[in-house]
């Protein structure tokens, strides 16, 4: 083909001007990960050793050039300080071991072993600082290094684990050893080969088969189903009754599958969810005593003339950093086969990865796994021990079936262990919610979790992966063990619970926190609660302590919207004939500026007794703000997809108009995002 | 914004001047969505690279040490980032026609013709690809095409030779005949 031709075409693709929320999103994404990296680097001790060294030999190709060289240099720097350098080359047909046993004579001196966060590109740093480090011939050490170059393999592997931060390399500075992500070691050789007190010549292990391609499932997601919460009347039930929820798993969910262009199962709609999922600037108590205050305000509603609409919203106050308690965590990780693609396991190891970096160097944390059995793979260890947990998160590997009981009988069982009264003492689950071996049912593993929701631990379920999801029990299990559930779909998404919201994911503020809202039959005729449908509670639960609710982490917000069709304009329910008619409350008595009576129990985190908040609700109660104009939109939204009766002739047009008045600062694009997701429903749904 | 300014704004964001960052980010957002775009063809995706690359670019920053020009640094970055992404969303660059096509400055049948042209580009196996976008339409010389791909001069003019062959293939009878 002509050159000039297809030079002068190939000039002329011209990339259309950058747009300009997508490069605030990514500037503001990018500056926050700078910040959190720099404070890392301030607590981290200055002054590396040369193990630790950074060189620029990044641009080093992945194949054999580099190990060639530094094979070179190896034998160089051995030659220039008189040592004797053995090397032992074993090729295999899979891969390459080139094991190195250099030898000083000071052989007195201790074995030093260094672990490094493996990556294609830090193996070959590692491999030059080594290199380096011997040609200067300062060290009485003697090192053992296990090498095998797949890089390939454990870029498959981990292909979410972007660029390995080679900071990393500086913690532990006493420690050489080193294993791979893709190598498949599992951890508890890396912690034999560890605890040698003298290294033997390395031997030759042979790696497992590099991971089948993953297969990915589809259409076996469970959802709960449940209706819309109906159209109540106040004459006949005037108490409403429910459980607060913090969970955003069905927000994921739900863009996952817009971003797909399909409308998502209306089950996995929870509208509360859709609602939650956004940060709203609710005032906050004036002291701690009172973990959190209702904030209650009433508009008109938007989607149906003469009707309004009473947002109860609540912030929870935020731990300071100086103040955070001791956290004992354990990681449960589903390493089952349906774990085996890129969205699943890879995306775990970095979720894992971001959490590890919120956490105190006093923190305790304990990996396990479970396929077809239940094993601990990292028994609790210290936070400042940084690498050991880096490296049994990189040893993971998928494949087996579950045995998702077991392993977190055995989660549950560690965490007992180094129980802290005074701490937070939390299970973390990550999985996709597939349990195939032991007790597999919503009812017994509910049962399991009820019994260990006793004993003060709290509970996380992280959510991966979409086809095979299991969201019913993951709901199930955060709903009876003092648990929240969240579904992580895209690194960003994990950013989000596990960085920006570590605080309100680790600390509870406050458990059990149910809703109650009396309306005054004298001004409001019907109610109908939007979202919170699988939170219902009875009316008499409300002061019931032994019965479960949802917990409030610190700085989380909730909003709960009821719409309501006030006094003597036409209700959805027509009067009922043969009823007796109750004598009205005169007007102008005690209650006729009240719409009703709000109430709210918790109990404080290591409390087993109710408290209890109560306010009335004026009928013309706050001011309406952006915040509240927002999440009216998100609610209108949930129930368009939901296809809910209720709302009349609102439209995604309506929902991207409010949403757009409402935007605010925005300042990590999570709002233009909702107002793309509606864009997507709207094309999806054809209208 | 010249050179040496942008050499400052390095070495501060360097130290770990988040203000200098965020400015650094800024003005190079632009080149590196443009460079993104032309490596995958389309907007969506263009725009997601690009913000992991701006995250990576806060990670690796202090492994820039001013050896190379920091846009040659940068379409290392931005490339490696496109890769790893196809990687992990198992996808294979697309230029898509029907939503945002690349704006192509010819008029008419040639316009449809360099459509089609690029279309097939980006159907090349990715090295061919990534050599002939960077040589061809970067006007990059084959051994800075090297330094960011990480191979040889040889390997860059080999890859070159073979894509032509194959959109030669493709386009050459139709030219004479259609």
């Given amino acids: ?687 | 914004m010249t050179k040496n300014e942008d050499r400052e704004l390095i070495k501060r964001a360097r130290s770990g001047d988040a203000t200098a960052f965020e400015a650094l980010a800024n003005t190079y957002y632009e080149t590196m969505f443009k460079m993104a775009y032309k490596f995958c063809g389309n907007r969506q995706d263009a725009e997601d690279i690009t913000q992991d690359s701006c995250i990576r670019l806060a990670r690796g920053l202090h492994t820039f040490k001013g050896d190379s020009a920091f846009t040659s640094w940068l379409y290392r970055l931005v490339i490696n980032t496109a890769k790893d992404w196809y990687k992990s969303n198992n996808r294979h660059p697309k230029s898509d026609e029907g939503l945002e096509t690349a704006q192509i400055s010819a008029q008419g049948d040639d316009q449809l013709y360099a459509k089609q042209v690029i279309a097939a580009v980006y159907e090349l196996p990715d090295g061919e690809r990534d050599a002939l976008l960077l040589v061809m339409s970067e006007g990059l010389s084959h051994k800075e095409a090297g330094q960011i791909l990480g191979c040889k001069e040889s390997t860059i003019s080999w890859r070159i030779h073979e894509a032509r062959k194959k959109l030669g293939a493709l386009f050459e009878k139709e030219q004479k005949y259609g």
């Fill in chain 1, 1 to 687: 083909m002509d050159e000039a031709k297809l030079k002068k075409i190939l000039e002329n693709i011209e990339a259309p001007a950058p747009d300009e929320n997508a490069r605030k999103t990514a500037v503001n994404l990018a500056v926050a990960e700078f910040k959190s990296l720099e404070n890392q680097r301030k607590n981290t001790p200055q002054g590396n050793s040369i193990w630790a060294r950074l060189t620029n030999k990044t641009t080093q190709t992945r194949s054999n050039p580099m190990q060639q060289k530094s094979k070179q240099r190896l034998m160089y720097g051995g030659m220039a300080t008189a040592m004797a350098v053995i090397l032992i080359v074993g090729i295999t047909t899979q891969q390459t071991m080139v094991n190195t046993v250099g030898h000083d004579a000071m052989q007195a001196a201790k074995l030093k072993k260094i672990t490094f966060e493996t990556d294609g590109d830090a193996a070959a740093i590692a491999m030059d600082s080594l290199a380096e480090a011997t040609e200067e011939s300062s060290p009485a050490y003697v090192a053992s290094i296990q090498e095998s170059n797949e890089a390939e393999t454990t870029a498959s592997a981990a292909p979410t684990s972007m660029a390995a931060p080679v900071g990393r390399l500086t913690a532990n500075q006493a420690k050489v050893s080193r294993s791979f992500a893709g190598a498949g070691a599992d951890a508890s050789r890396m912690m034999m080969v560890e605890s040698m007190p003298y290294a033997p010549p390395p031997h030759v292990v042979p790696l497992p088969e590099p991971i089948n391609p993953y297969y990915q499932e589809e259409g076996r997601d469970k959802f709960q189903d449940f209706k819309p919460s109906p159209v109540k009347l106040v004459a006949d039930e005037p108490v409403s009754t429910f459980s607060i929820d913090v969970d955003t798993a069905s927000y994921s969910l739900v863009r996952r599958e817009l971003n797909n262009g399909i409308i998502p199962n209306p089950d996995a709609v929870r509208i509360e969810e859709l609602v939650n999922y956004f940060d709203y600037n609710y005032p906050l108590p004036e002291t701690r005593e009172q973990p959190f205050k209702p904030t209650v305000t009433v508009t008109d509603s938007p989607w149906s003339k003469d009707k309004k609409l009473v947002h109860i919203g609540i912030k929870g106050f935020d731990v300071q950093t100086d103040s955070k308690p001791h956290s004992n965590l354990v990681f449960l990780v589903d390493v089952s086969g349906s774990m085996n693609s890129p969205d699943k396991l890879p995306l775990v190891k970095s979720s894992l990865k971001m959490l590890l970096d919120t956490l105190q160097p006093n923190d305790t944390v304990a990996l396990t796994v479970y396929a077809g059995s239940a094993g601990t793979v990292l028994e609790p260890t210290k936070v400042s021990d940084k690498q050991t947990i880096l490296n049994a998160i990189d040893n993971l590997n998928a494949g087996g079936s579950t045995a998702g009981a077991a392993g977190i009988e055995e989660a549950y069982r560690l965490a007992e262990k180094h129980f802290d009264k005074e701490g937070v003492n939390r299970v973390f689950i990550a999985t996709d919610g597939d349990f195939n071996v032991g007790v597999s049912s919503d009812e017994d593993l509910k049962t399991i979790i009820e019994k260990k929701r006793e004993s003060g631990i709290f509970l996380s379920v992280l959510g991966f992966g979409l086809g095979n999801l299991n969201d019913s029990l993951m709901q199930t299990l955060a709903q009876n063990g003092n648990g929240t559930a969240a579904y992580i779909d895209t690194i960003n998404e994990a950013r989000k619970v596990l960085v920006e919201e570590a605080s309100s994911t680790l600390f509870p503020i406050a458990k059990d926190v149910k809703i109650q809202v009396e309306f005054n039959p004298e001004l409001v005729q019907e109610y109908r609660l939007i979202g919170y449908e699988t939170r219902a509670l009875n009316r008499e639960d409300f002061n019931n302590d032994k019965i479960d609710a949802g917990d409030i982490g610190a700085g989380h917000t909730v909003t709960a919207i009821y719409e309501i069709t006030p006094a003597g304009v036409k209700g959805s329910v027509d009067p009922s004939r043969y009823a007796a008619k109750k004598e009205a409350v005169k007007p102008g008595s005690e209650f006729s500026n009240e719409l009703g009576f709000l109430k709210m129990r918790y109990k404080l985190p290591h409390e087993n007794e109710s408290k209890l908040i109560s306010t009335p609700i004026p009928v013309d109660a706050g001011a309406p703000n952006a915040d509240i104009t927002w999440a009216t939109a998100v609610a209108g939204f949930g129930q368009l997809l939901k296809g809910d009766t209720h709302i009349g002739n609102f439209t995604y047009d309506d929902v991207i108009k409010m949403a757009n008045e409402a935007k605010g600062a925005d300042e990590f694009g999570q709002r233009a995002e909702f107002i793309n997701l509606v864009r997507n429903a709207k094309v999806a749904a054809g209208k």
